[in-house]
């Protein structure tokens, strides 16, 4: 769930941006980098930022009361193309969704693209660079990485929202709890459901597709042979 | 199908030749005075403002994606708003009682903020809806292009529209496909066929982007897309139509605080 248009009172809102707009810099100066360098590579990076755009409209089924939501999608993205990347696309991704589907807002972009966009990929990338490390296999990881995803995405909303709305007896962190109560009924099954989508998406993946995970792979060891080399 | 139906509005907009980014500038101006303001006049002004320039642009039909994304989104705000009403501080207490042995109370303070954040996110909407349908996203990227948003990144923000639209019709597909098949058939299916569509989208789209590759190779692609009919400059009048609006909110919210008492 995003924070709509108009939720984040002004400051809260300005805060955010400046939060977030750094780190979405940061992620567009190594994108415009690698897209001068290889311009070929547009058309994938594009395709990436419409498969998570694309993700967001497939409808989950969900264990409480049979309501549905969808993926943040941002798991994956950022375990495949690291979290400066995964951070740039969420924010065009949360643009066309505030713009196009009412989804989201402007004046609330930033707090938006702080909590999909930044700190789940951010989370989600850490875990999943451990556990491969760790010698876990690619779909466990991938569990992980979606479900962590997801979850630390939610936390970072109700956190969001609690410091913007502080509940009159207890302040911040009643407020907090309040909204995690919330949020979790739905949030914690659909994280779960999101992480067992995405372990089988891996695992089918690495049968029909090795190579989507080898590029990632390659691109990593490379990162990790550039001094040596020097 | 969903990208023919916002294309075929926006290209039909009675707005689409005014400037993008002058209408992107009025829309920030008027979401940014609606969100400053403390009296509720300021947000059923934006409101009004938003649905007017809705209904002018889109020549008084509300297209049917307009009608469910102001749908979907009306009832986030509304269970948002509830959440508001029941943790915000208030100096009277209006209503007291528990439900499912969970105790709960509404507040002047808490009532008078969820109604001021459901209209202002409802004026918001419409702000950004009217928007939505008369500009088309290539004329957006040419609008981040005249603010020195590097080519690279305005370029991205069309291919990754283009390429969205272009995935939702395979998914559409897909899905209609699996059903058929009675893919969603009990709980296990779902998780599978879920999980199989989003694996079979993936693998399209690495498809898709191989074929386009190369069709663009053909036509000397050199990564750069460039625009032919290009929309109209921004002008003096677009900076002064925007601030002027902004003082008059600014001004108006002095004016008319405490002209509507909710809670009392």
């Known amino acids: 769930m995003h924070i709509m248009e108009g939720y984040l009172p002004a400051s809260w809102a300005a805060l955010w941006y400046i939060i977030a707009m750094p780190i979405v810099a940061y992620g567009a100066i190594k994108l415009i980098k690698l897209l001068r360098e290889k311009p070929e590579l547009k058309i994938t990076v594009a395709l990436s930022g419409a498969f998570i755009f694309v993700l967001s409209a497939l409808k989950l089924p969900s264990l409480v009361g049979g309501s549905s939501s969808h993926p943040t999608g941002t798991g994956l993205s950022s375990a495949l193309y690291g979290p400066a990347i995964t951070a740039v696309l969420s924010t065009i991704v949360l643009l066309f969704q505030a713009l196009l ?28 660079k451990t556990m491969r490390k760790a010698k876990f296999g690619i779909a466990p990881s991938m569990f992980a990485t979606a479900a962590l995803a997801d979850l630390v995405t939610y936390i970072v909303t109700s956190m969001q929202l609690a410091l913007a709305f502080p509940a009159d007896v207890g302040g911040f962190l009643a407020s907090f709890v309040d909204y995690l109560g919330i949020f979790a009924a739905v949030q914690i099954p659909l994280a779960i459901i999101e992480g067992i989508i995405f372990a089988i998406f891996a695992d089918y993946l690495m049968s029909v597709r090795p190579e989507s995970f080898e590029n990632c792979k390659i691109r990593l060891r490379r990162k990790k042979s550039a001094p040596e080399s020097d | 199908m969903h990208n023919h139906n916002i294309d075929e509005v926006v290209y039909n907009s009675r707005m689409l030749n005014w400037s993008p980014l002058g209408k992107f500038i009025l829309v920030i101006f008027l979401l940014v005075a609606s969100l400053l303001a403390d009296s509720l006049v300021v947000p059923i002004v934006v409101f009004v403002i938003g ?14 994606i307009v009608g469910l994304a102001l749908g979907g989104a009306a009832l986030t705000i509304f269970v948002g708003c509830i959440v508001i009403l029941f943790v915000t501080a208030g100096e009277n207490m209006l209503f007291q009682g528990t439900f499912l042995g969970i105790g709960y109370s509404i507040t002047d303070g808490g009532l008078r903020l969820a109604t001021l954040v459901l209209v202002r996110s409802i004026a ?22 005249q603010v020195h948003i590097p080519k690279e990144l305005s370029e991205l923000v069309i291919l990754i529209y283009r390429y969205s ?14 059903s058929c098949r009675l893919g969603f058939h009990g709980l296990k299916n779902r998780f599978r066929t879920t999980s199989k569509i989003a694996v079979g989208l993936f693998i399209r789209s690495i498809d898709i982007t191989d074929r386009a590759q190369i ?50």
């Open chain 1, 101 to 128: 589907l009412a989804h989201g807002g402007i004046t609330s972009l930033g707090a938006n693209v702080f909590s999909m966009g930044i700190a789940g990929p951010a989370v989600g990338y850490v875990v999943y």
């Open chain 2, 51 to 64: 649905a007017s320039l809705l209904f002018y642009s889109t020549n008084f039909k509300i297209p049917k």
């Open chain 2, 124 to 145: 918001g909407m419409t702000v950004m809806l009217s928007f939505a349908t008369s500009t088309p996203v290539p004329y957006l990227a040419h609008a981040m292009r």
């Open chain 2, 165 to 178: 639209f272009l995935l939702l019709e395979e998914l559409h597909t897909m899905w209609t496909a699996a």
């Open chain 2, 215 to 264: 069709a663009l190779q053909c036509r000397n692609f050199n990564g750069e897309f460039p625009s032919y009919r290009l929309p109209k400059n921004i002008s003096a009048v677009w900076i002064a139509v925007p601030i002027l609006s902004f003082i008059l909110l600014y001004l108006l919210n002095i004016c008319t605080r405490g002209w509507i008492i909710i809670g009392a």
